[in-house]
């Protein structure tokens, strides 16, 4: 059996790597760049950084905003029209997996047009062109989008988000700046950097793990751990280390899949608008107890990573509870909550029957029936 790996051709890591951003649009001979970023990025000035970097180096760009949380078919339709008015020939994403996704739609359709009703790029499209070239730069520490082969548009008719997995979108150049992650709240620092928990976590433990994909994701449960609460504090290392922490958990899973904690997470993010880390972060430890018969001794290394002591001396069951509690304590310590409180009985077929789905769900190392699905989402519903 063959494993396939895709990362990024280029990523530079570190304060200050945003001025890289000039030297590989010259030696890449772009023209002009049309930049994805969220309104509010640009309202708080975390876009302008790069602006700034480009107005010096004297290279034209257009600045695009219509993105959403979620990003829906339209936003990318929008923006696949907005490309093509530009006279662009690269894109610069800047922003968090909602800025990433749109722009790797909008690359994608550009370069593969016959896939413009966009619904059709759902799960592993047959695209035939690499997107139009992506500069991606972070400004959370989370989603990994900037290296990884995925991305999620919501479905606002059908009440869905549909995930999109596709080496054709990936990102050239990432460019993985502490700096333009210093202005993120402490809500989206926790909900983020959890979401980058569940990829690393889901990702060592689907059915598609190997070797190489281990020890990623290993390290990048060290990491997360140690730094995501100093990270919430807006600590100047901590913040630097999930950058780093975020960056390597998307080196691992974008090649090896997730599990049903994303399946689910898309589903609330569809029906309730939940953001997609602080859902994550409500499931995981739910589907750690779900998945634990399943996943030999591998949550023993989980504990290790999370930072629990004498892992070595547990027994299987002890060290499986440790692993999942030290997952559940760091929820709690950066301020998750536990409810959706939205969530009703009456929705529970809808959200199961759409958790199974997703794409991600063919991952989990257990089949979750629909009722299993039911009894995981009412653990999040608000009593």
Not at 160 to 174: E, Q, S
Not at 177 to 196: E, N, R, V, Y
Not at 265 to 290: K, Q, W
Not at 325 to 346: F, H, N, S, W
Request: proline share 4%; charged share 25%.
């Amino acid at each position: 059996m063959a494993y396939r790996f895709n990362l990024n051709e280029t990523s530079y890591h570190g304060s200050g790597a945003i001025k890289e951003i000039a030297a590989e649009a010259k030696s890449r001979h772009f023209k002009k760049a049309f930049v994805c970023s969220d309104p509010d990025l640009i309202k708080f000035g975390v876009t302008k950084k790069v602006l700034d970097v480009l107005d010096e180096a004297g290279l034209a760009y257009e600045v695009y905003s219509d993105i959403k949380a979620n990003p829906t078919i339209e936003n990318v339709q929008h923006g696949v029209a907005a490309f093509k008015a530009s006279g662009a020939d690269y894109i610069i994403a800047i922003g968090g997996g909602s800025s990433m996704d749109t722009a790797k739609a909008i690359g994608i359709i550009i370069t593969n047009p016959e896939f413009e009703d966009v619904r059709s790029l759902e799960g592993t499209a047959p695209t035939q062109n690499p997107c139009t070239p992506i500069i991606a730069v972070p400004t959370t520490a989370g989603t990994a989008a900037e290296v990884t082969i995925n991305y999620v548009i919501t479905d606002v008719q059908k009440k869905r988000k549909f995930v999109c997995v596709d080496p054709h979108d990936m990102p050239i150049v990432a460019v993985v700046d502490p700096d333009m992650m210093s202005s993120m709240p402490k809500g989206l620092t926790a909900a983020t950097g959890m979401d980058a928990l569940t990829h690393a976590i889901e990702g060592y433990t689907t059915k598609g793990a190997w070797e190489m994909s281990d020890m990623f994701h290993l390290k990048a449960i060290e990491i997360i751990a140690r730094s995501l609460r100093a990270a919430v504090q807006n600590d100047s290392k901590g913040r630097t280390d999930m950058a780093l922490g975020q960056y390597i958990a998307g080196m691992g899973f974008s090649n090896v899949g997730l599990g049903i904690a994303h399946s689910m997470a898309h589903t609330l993010g569809a029906v309730y608008d939940t953001p997609h880390g602080v859902a994550c972060a409500m499931m995981l430890p739910i589907v750690m107890e779900f998945n634990q018969e399943c996943t030999g001794e591998k949550y023993r290394e989980i504990a290790r990573a999370m930072g629990v002591k004498g892992v070595d001396s547990m027994s299987q069951d002890e060290y499986r509870k440790a692993a999942i509690d030290a997952v559940r304590q760091l929820g709690e310590d950066v301020g998750i909550p536990k409810t959706v409180d939205a969530l009703k009985e009456e929705d529970l077929d809808f959200l199961a029957k759409s958790a199974a789905a997703d794409a991600c769900a063919p991952g989990n190392p257990k089949e979750a029936s629909i009722d299993d699905f039911k009894a995981m989402f009412r653990r999040v519903m608000k009593h």
